[in-house]
Every structure is written in C-alpha cells, then in structure tokens.
C-alpha cells in the first residue's frame, strides 16, 4: 500500500532556529512531491518537485527532492513566528498525504 | 475572483441524516477534489474529478458520493451520515492559471466542518 511519512510529528523552535522537516515515500509510479503550509484553515501551496536534486527555493524555505532516498526535506531558514503551521507533503500520483509536521516557533 | 467557495461552513448531523456539501470555483480549472481532514492524519482524498463529467474514487470514498454537475461546482453526498465521517471537509481544484505556473498547484477551499453525532 501507498505510504507517505512525515517527521517529526511535532516540533517547537524558536525565532531564527533553522528547521529540517523530512518527507518519505512509498508509492508506485512515483511523478511528483509537494508541500503545502497550512495555518489556521486550508492548506497552501508551497513547492512541487518533480526532479531529483534540484533545490526549489521560495525565500527563506527551500526544499528538494532525493529519489534515491524515496524523500524530500523542507528547510526554513531563520524562522519567524509567522511560520508556525502545519507543513504537510503530498504525492501526486494519488495525491496521498501525509500526517503533516506541526511547527511551533517560539518568540 | 472567489477562488474555491465551500458550503456550508458548519454543519451537524445525526446518525443516518443525508446532506450535502457544495464546492464551486471560478478559476476555469479542469480538476477538482474533495478531502477530509482528521486530527492527527493530514489529509485523505476521498473523490476527485479530472475534468467535467469525469470522477474517480480516492483513498477513502465508502460513504460517499460526488457530483461534478459542471465545469465549476463539484458537490459531496453523504447518504446516511455516520459519526465515523465526522470531520473537516475540503475541496480543492487545480489547473491552468495558477499563481506558480505550475497546473497541478491545489487551491483549497475554506473548509466544512460536520459533526455527526
């Protein structure tokens, strides 16, 4: 069966930490990973990635794409408080989600 | 330009009601999706809809019915609601025109929130 994995579950930083959110996946016929940041309501688009290596960059997040490693990793740099959110992966064959890794940064 | 419009907001049921939600977009997308959302395990696709006149089943459909009555509106049907489908509810559409370029970017709607009790 289809997987998507997301860590860690939950994570607390504070205010110019850097994180590293990780996204596994087990899917057939694998075409594309993306992310979504979703705060209070739905979720919003972040990146999609299609290719192995290649950083896709959105100020200070940043996120790319290992198909070797069946994973993706979502880097934010210098967070801010505004970051705190859900960050969920998905992939698009099936458009299967994982649980999604809830950020709190503190000030 | 709404985006993807959701009704109703909140909604509670009970036990073997039947309602449904209703999804509208005005972006002229072709794709258009229903989710749920439950505490702890993102979200899981239940019905989508590649194009007018088309759906598919996702990867939790039992319960459940859609309609894609045009380009535009994509609706929900629960026959006979159960407190296992409470839950928030989101559709989402995709296509040409999104701000990234890129057609496979999900809009999403506000979100249903259904209690069944």
């Known amino acids: 069966e289809d997987k998507v994995v997301q860590s860690p579950l939950s994570l607390v930083v504070h205010e110019g930490d850097t994180v590293t959110l990780n996204c596994s996946y087990e899917?057939?016929?694998?075409?594309?990973l993306l992310w979504y940041k979703q705060e209070k309501k739905a979720p919003t688009f972040l990146f999609m990635l299609?290719?192995?290596?290649i950083e896709k960059k959105s100020g200070r997040l940043s996120s790319i794409l290992d198909k070797k490693e069946l994973s993706s990793i979502l880097n934010i740099t210098a967070t801010q408080t505004g970051d705190s959110a859900i960050y969920l992966c998905?992939?698009?064959?099936?458009?299967?989600f994982g649980a999604g890794t809830r950020l709190t940064v503190k000030p | 330009n709404a985006g993807v419009t959701q009704t109703p907001k909140f909604q509670v049921l009970k036990t073997g009601q039947s309602m449904t939600l209703q999804c509208a977009q005005d972006?002229?997308?072709?794709?258009m999706y229903w989710y749920r959302q439950d505490p702890g395990m993102g979200l899981r696709l239940i019905y989508y809809?590649?194009?007018?006149?088309?759906?598919d089943k996702g990867e939790v459909p039992n319960g459940y019915n859609v309609s894609r009555l045009n380009k535009r509106e994509f609706s929900l049907r629960l026959e006979s609601a159960a407190p296992s489908q409470t839950s928030v509810y989101f559709c989402?559409?995709?296509?040409?025109?999104?701000?990234?370029?890129?057609?496979?970017?999900?809009?999403f709607g506000p979100g249903t929130r259904l209690t069944v009790t």
């Open positions: 989402a559409s995709s296509g040409q025109g999104a701000v990234s370029g890129n057609i496979y970017e999900q809009y």
């Open positions: 899917v057939t016929n694998f075409r594309s």
């Open positions: 299609t290719s192995s290596g």
């Open positions: 998905a992939v698009f064959n099936d458009m299967r």
């Open positions: 972006m002229n997308h072709n794709s």
């Open positions: 809809s590649a194009s007018e006149g088309t759906t």
